[in-house]
């Protein structure tokens, strides 16, 4: 991690073999730039992704997960992106029990020829985790609330 | 057990990696993470020796595991994969980081790409240590190819398959191969026909053995996997059948539609039967059919409205009338009294007004019998089997018609004097002379219909006495005759009428005094018919009252509007509640209605009284007109159970009933309805009359094309409003009986039925299958669909040219003389419209040629990229402008590009030629000087910054090379990515140009990229011979990468069977367990995600290795 003053969060990247790690191939190959944290692990389909991979990705200390995934009607292997998408509801659902915020976990279709897509992606998830802060700071403020609703006790849950 | 050993070698990749990445510090890192046992890095590690220190390291270091952190494994997986191999290694215990694609070139800062590089290795080496050996798996290959597309990619890797003895199918979507080429003129740099160099190799393709050519033909869907396709090829309909077409032309020279001529770019028309261009290969004619055309589509009987149009416009009357005599025996009538929805339907209304269609049927009757001309009875083998049909209505006369064709004997049972039914009792004879349904039914007597009058079922005879008498099957066509009354007081006052006895008393001049006030009640033709009957019969004051309002009268617009001008008056939204009158009407007392909210069966909203509403309307006449029932009092009660449901008859979709033998057509099963509807029915039921006496099963449903509903180009139609048919004069009306419709004469009818659209190009008129003496003509033809087996494809569906309307500036399709590339190459082209002579569109040769280079391409707006061969086409264009007239010609570019083989050489040649003028500047605009009437064609001249307005006489733009409008379902059927700009995605764009991302498909030629003809037929062969590469071993390895059932963990769940694409999966019952077809798996790993017991494990990407990845990545 390089930068003291600003978070530098940490994102685990699953991309499929056929569109979005060829994307993210083609990134590099147009130079274009996104943050060095984004770290990119090869399944052979979005499919593939269990919903253990991603809660591994945040038990390992990941701020946020990216699911590549080619675009509806183009996967490789037909249908996998649409089970994926299934899965990603149930995951937001989920997460969100967890209370580990949306904007952490994000499924994006990126086709083959869209390096630049890849690219922003990557940049704009970077931005938003980096908003929220590290995911350690959102267990603390979670076992802070759960505290003061123990607190209260008896009165109205607040918000 | 001792732990594994790792190797990690880190590939500086020249300054790739190195310039971004401390390759010192990652190197260090490694070597202390866990297992690892030789750490290195060296400059090339895809190079031979740095392959080589991989396999030494195996040798003398005993690795058992290796981890290439270098660019992406799509470059260069195999070949380190290779080199474990060769060392000694199972290929699978090899993983690679990228650190190049994914790291140093996407990374900005060299501390971050370090720790990013680290991160990846420690990922990769966590990996490795969990990896195991596997085997590729062999599998046998089909040897045959499918090359889809016909262009000359797609003949060059077609014929270099086959001239090696492999058999290939070439599909292709249009009528002949040839593709774009096919309508070039001359070729560049060489400046030899296109014509000359691909019409050989076309001939070659259609002769050689090995090669089944599938023209008219789409792929829809393929299965399977490399080596092992299963491809669904639709092969459209072409009408003609290839096998017998001898390529005369005969049907082309006697077909009456025109249509636009697609092959020469909108600048010509062709026939409906047609050949695609001259050198056509298959060398045969194909007929443009696009459904039924709607007039037909809309006809109950299916009377071929658009095909007797094109006859008779064409002068060919005969043939007309036997077309219509095909679904409709009695022209004379049907052409006087039908509702005609031909014309309701007619698509000319899109253009103005509908086509007069049943006005030409109507001089086609006319013509028939001005000269005297007795049609040829039908032809049917004598089966020696007789009918009777009870009713001589238009269902029992029909039926008649169509059972004498058939061969059988005929006997018509008519209760009246005379036969004809509602024709002769109801249908006022202002409609329908009476000597025209005389004539008609004269013609049935002379075709050999014996009539039985003054004979009714119940009373003279019954379906027993029928049968008694030898009869083989009775057809009852006894009409919906039993009216229905008002239920109201007074309604048996004398004065009241029913609807039949009204019309039916005036029709055998028994004609009842009327007064002046006549009140018609009811919204029906009947209703209508009454009221102008009335008027006829000298009433003043003649009105029609209707219950609800005018949107729901049943009645057709055309007799409505007739009645109207006649001074029938109309009431609405009013029913009767009695009849006023003591021993004679005086009046009809009514109550107003208003509309429910909601609708009733019919699905038209219910009239409710309004109470206290009521008031008295006077009248010397009532004629109630609100509908038939059906009277089935002349059955025994016996049959009457057996026929019978409810107030209709219950007859089957042929007319067939509960009684055997018994058939029923015409209002006596559906009810009141129309006489073109009564005509269908009978023709139906005789059908169904047919296969009974004949002991065959009830026909098929007859075949109804879909009407062609797609869109009309109507710019390339011009107005030309409906004729409107002569009628008598309103005065001369009122009190006659004279047929109110004059007919149209035969200018006027020839002229109205040229004003068809031919909405679905062939109107089947039937006079290509005359023509034919090869008797290849088939207008039944269906599309079929076959099913190939194949182990690989090339597809090679080549471009198309972008549509300058896009833009405005251009003043394409807004001027004349603002040609596209291929249309100035069809102008040019010795074949072309005009023979190869370049002309104006009003016959002129142009004085001054301007050409533009980069028409929505290397342009923001459109197309970004260059297309690569517009430079060279259009200093083709300059030069052959020049060659072929002596306008001056002034070539736009904004860079000239004339990278091949003897390129810069003619363009040089013809930059040197007189009055041609280079301009360098992009043509910004074109447009039209109002006083010279000349094109302007602005440019700014960059090399000597001035802006110019060129008039010339002709525009030639060169239009970029866009992907086809089909690319996305092509690119999805065959598993094939698309680029940015669209076109299909190679699966490396420099040293894999023609494979994709699914093996065993492979791209050639302008969908790929826009190329020219040298590259394209290079890449086409290089496909060729990526699929020889890929078959001649006559097995190909695939994946061992695929699922597997850890069977103690498996609890028999299905959730994987549910998931898997590919049907891969199945439960062995017996043990309950999950069991993976290893040949179909393709290793997506979809069920593994799903596996709630994790016993299904997909090899290389197990959940065990995936974490160990995760862990990796976040430990940096």
């Not at chain 2, 095909?307 to 679904?327: N, P, S, V």
């Not at chain 2, 009190?735 to 149209?744: H, I, M, P, Y």
């Not at chain 2, 910004?924 to 009437?933: N, T």
Request: aromatic content about 6%; glycine content about 10%; some cysteine.
């Amino acid at each position: 991690m390089s930068g003291k003053d600003t978070f530098e969060p940490r994102i685990v990247a699953f991309l499929c073999n056929w569109c979005s790690y060829t994307a993210a191939d083609l990134a590099g190959i147009a130079r274009l730039k996104y943050p060095g944290n984004v770290r990119i692990i090869r399944v052979m389909c979005s499919g593939r992704v269990a919903p253990g991979f991603i809660l591994k990705a945040f038990h390992e200390g990941a701020d946020g997960v990216l699911v590549g995934g080619c675009h509806p009607g183009d996967c490789h292997y037909l249908e996998g992106n649409y089970k994926t998408l299934k899965r990603k509801l149930v995951m937001d659902r989920l997460l969100d029990q967890f209370g580990i915020e949306k904007d952490r976990f994000r499924l994006e279709w990126i086709s083959g020829a869209e390096g630049e897509k890849l690219a922003r992606v990557a940049n704009e998830m970077t931005e938003r985790v980096r908003r929220l802060g590290p995911l350690g700071r959102t267990r603390e403020r979670l076992a802070r609330a759960d505290a003061l609703e123990l607190r209260n006790e008896g009165g109205a849950a607040s918000g | 057990m001792a732990g594994p050993k790792i190797g990690v070698y880190l590939c500086h990749c020249g300054t790739n990696i190195a310039d971004k990445v401390d390759m010192e510090t990652v190197r260090e890192y490694s070597a202390a993470l866990p297992d690892v046992a030789v750490s290195r890095d060296y400059k090339y590690m895809c190079s031979e020796p740095g392959q080589d220190l991989i396999r030494a390291d195996i040798r003398n270091c005993a690795l058992d595991r290796i981890v290439v952190a270098s660019c992406s494994p799509r470059m260069h997986e195999p070949t380190f994969k290779r080199a474990c191999e060769t060392g000694g290694l199972n290929p699978y215990l090899m993983e690679m980081a990228n650190i190049r694609e994914q790291c140093s070139w996407v990374t900005s800062e060299a501390a971050a790409a370090t720790a990013k590089a680290k991160a990846l290795v420690a990922s990769a080496v966590r990996k490795a240590r969990l990896l195991e050996p596997l085997e590729d798996k062999t599998v046998p290959v089909n040897p045959t190819t499918m090359v889809v597309g016909g262009g000359i990619a797609g003949l060059e890797a077609a014929l270099k398959i086959a001239d090696a003895g492999q058999k290939v199918y070439l599909v292709e979507k249009e009528p002949s191969i040839g593709g774009n080429m096919a309508k070039l003129d001359k070729t560049f740099p060489t400046l030899d026909c296109a014509a000359c160099i691909l019409t050989p190799k076309m001939v070659a393709v259609g002769q050689n053995p090995n090669i089944t050519l599938l023209t008219c033909s789409e792929v829809e869907d393929v299965s399977g996997f490399v080596g092992n396709f299963k491809v669904r090829v639709r092969k459209r309909a072409r009408y003609v059948d290839v096998s017998k077409c001898t390529g005369c032309g005969d049907c082309a020279k006697v077909c009456p539609v025109q249509t636009i001529d697609s092959f020469e770019e909108g600048m010509a028309t062709r026939r409906a039967a047609y050949k695609f261009f001259a050198q056509a290969v298959p060398n045969v004619y194909q007929i443009d059919k696009r459904g039924w055309p709607a007039c037909r589509a809309a006809c109950p009987a299916g009377v071929n409205g658009g095909g007797y149009l094109a006859l008779t416009a064409e002068g060919k009357y005969d043939e007309a009338l036997a077309l219509i005599r095909e679904r409709m025996p009695f022209v004379g009538i049907c052409s006087r009294i039908c509702f005609h929805p031909c014309e309701s339907d007619c698509r000319r209304q899109e253009v103005d007004q509908p086509v007069a269609i049943n006005g030409v049927k109507r001089f086609l009757s006319d013509w028939e019998v001005k000269n005297n001309l007795t049609p040829a009875p039908p032809e049917g083998k004598k089966s020696g089997k007789s009918v009777a049909v009870v009713g001589s209505g238009p269902a029992g006369l029909s039926a008649a018609y169509y059972l004498l064709a058939m061969g059988h004997a005929v006997t018509v049972f008519e209760k009246d004097e005379k036969p004809g039914g509602l024709l002769r009792h109801a249908i006022p004879r202002y409609r329908l002379p009476e000597e025209v349904l005389d004539r008609e039914l004269e013609r049935l007597k002379t075709m050999g219909v014996k009539f039985r009058t003054g004979q009714e079922l119940g009373r003279d005879f019954t379906l027993a006495s029928l049968r008694k008498e030898g009869f083989n099957s009775v057809l009852l066509a006894i009409g919906a005759g039993s009216e229905v009354s008002l239920d109201v007081p007074g309604e048996d006052c004398p004065g009241v009428h029913t609807a039949l006895s009204f019309l039916g008393a005036v029709s055998h001049g028994q004609a009842p005094p009327v007064g002046t006030g006549v009140i018609v009640i009811g919204g029906g033709n009947a209703a209508i018919d009454a009221a102008r009957t009335a008027v006829r019969l000298g009433a003043k004051n003649v009105s029609v009252v209707y219950r609800r309002s005018r949107a729901e009268m049943p009645a057709s617009i055309q007799e409505i509007e007739a009645a109207e001008r006649e001074g029938v008056k109309f009431t609405f939204l009013a029913s009767p509640v009695a009849v006023i009158g003591t021993g004679k009407v005086t009046g009809v007392k009514f109550v107003r209605n208003e509309l429910s909210s909601d609708v009733d069966a019919s699905g038209r909203r219910r009239p409710v009284p309004v109470p206290g509403s009521e008031y008295d309307v006077s009248a010397d006449t009532v004629v109630v007109a609100i509908g038939q029932t059906v009277d089935l009092g002349s059955f025994d009660p016996k049959e009457r159970q057996e026929l019978a449901a409810g107030h209709r008859v219950k007859a089957g979709e042929w007319g067939e009933t509960a009684l055997k033998g018994v058939f029923a057509a015409g209002d006596f099963v559906t009810g009141p309805a129309s006489f073109v509807e009564a005509v269908a029915g009978g023709r139906r039921a005789a059908r169904a009359v047919d296969a009974f006496v004949r002991g065959q099963a009830l026909p098929e449903p007859e075949f109804r094309m879909p009407a062609h509903e797609d869109p009309l180009d109507l710019s390339h139609y011009d107005a030309s409003p409906r004729h409107q048919m002569p009628e008598l004069d309103v005065a001369g009306r009122t009190r006659s009986f004279a047929e109110v419709e004059k007919g149209f004469g035969e200018a006027e009818a020839r002229a109205e039925a040229a004003r068809c659209l031919h909405c679905s190009i062939c109107m089947e008129c039937g006079e290509c299958v005359r023509a034919c003496e090869a008797v290849a003509v088939d207008h039944c033809q269906r599309d079929e669909v076959v099913e190939l087996d194949v182990g690989a494809i090339v597809v090679a569906t080549g471009y198309q040219q972008f549509d300058p309307t896009a833009g405005e500036q251009w003043g394409y399709g807004r001027y004349d003389d603002v040609l596209t590339g291929l249309q100035f190459e069809r102008l040019s082209n010795a074949s072309g419209p005009t023979q190869g002579r370049l002309l104006c569109k009003d016959g002129r040769e142009p004085e001054a040629v301007a050409v533009l280079h980069c028409v929505g391409s290397r342009d923001k707006n459109y197309n970004e990229y260059c297309s690569r061969i517009c430079c060279m086409t259009s200093v083709k264009f300059s030069h052959l402008v020049r060659e072929k007239t002596r306008a001056k010609v002034y070539d736009l570019f904004m860079d000239m590009r004339t990278f091949g083989k003897q390129y810069e050489e003619f363009y040089n040649r013809v930059a040197a030629e007189e009055n041609v003028y280079f301009i360098r500047g992009r043509g910004a605009e074109v447009l039209k000087d109002p006083k010279s009437g000349k094109l302007m064609v602005r440019v700014e001249d960059t090399l000597l910054g001035v802006l110019r307005e060129i008039p010339v006489d002709m525009v030639i733009l060169n239009p970029a090379m866009v992907p086809r409008a089909d690319s996305q379902r092509v690119a999805q059927v065959f598993g094939i990515q698309k680029s940015a700009d669209g076109f299909f995605l190679e699966y490396h764009i420099k040293l894999e140009p023609m494979k994709t991302a699914t093996d065993g498909v492979f791209v050639a030629g302008t969908c790929q990229s826009p190329k020219d003809i040298p590259d394209t037929v290079a890449q086409g062969a290089g496909a060729a011979a990526e699929a020889m590469t890929l078959l001649l071993p006559g097995s190909v390895r695939i994946s061992p990468m695929t699922g597997e059932v850890r069977e103690s963990l498996c609890s028999g769940c299905h959730m994987c069977v549910l998931m898997c694409p590919y049907s891969a999966i199945s439960m062995d019952e017996d043990k309950a367990l999950a069991v993976v077809n290893e040949v179909l798996c393709r290793g997506c790993g979809t069920c593994s995600a799903t596996c709630p017991s994790g016993a299904m494990r997909v090899r290389h990407f197990d959940n065990s290795q995936v974490l160990s990845q995760i862990e990796g990545v976040c430990a940096e």
